[in-house]
Nanobody, 120 residues
Framework: QVQLVESGGGLVQAGGSLRLSCAASGSTFKRNAMAWYRQAPGTQRELVAQ???????NYADSVKGRFTISRDNAKNTVYLQMDSLKPEGTAVYYCAANSGASWAGPYTYWGQGTQVTVSS
């Protein structure tokens, strides 16, 4: 039902900014809760940010105040604006879609990921 393709990753110095994009396809995109996850080498995949079908946002404590998740339904795109990046932010970032408008359930649709590297 949903296909996701991430882009915008790259190399940035600590303190810099980067914006990730997730292009989505599917007739129910506007109603899906969306999320960004990341996985660094040797660590578990962790939730970074999510946005519900009605625009409510939630962030991991580690990125609160520095990252912003948003969506442009006209373009079927979800963004993650990352400011004040830290070396520990180095990871593969994944876009995910829920099957419903709430994030209460599991995320079932995933993109291939985009690499973000933050140098110190």
């Amino acid at each position: 039902q949903v296909q996701l393709v991430e882009s915008g990753g790259g190399l940035v110095q600590a303190g810099g900014s980067l914006r990730l994009s997730c292009a989505a396809s599917g007739s129910t995109f506007k109603r899906n809760a969306m999320a960004w996850y990341r996985q660094a080498p040797g660590t578990q995949r962790e939730l970074v940010a999510q946005i519900s079908g009605v625009g409510i946002r939630n962030y991991a404590d580690s990125v609160k105040g520095r990252f912003t998740i948003s969506r442009d339904n006209a373009k079927n795109t979800v963004y993650l604006q990352m400011d004040s990046l830290k070396p520990e932010g180095t990871a593969v970032y994944y876009c995910a879609a829920n099957s419903g408008a709430s994030w209460a359930g599991p995320y079932t649709y995933w993109g291939q990921g985009t690499q973000v590297t933050v140098s110190s």
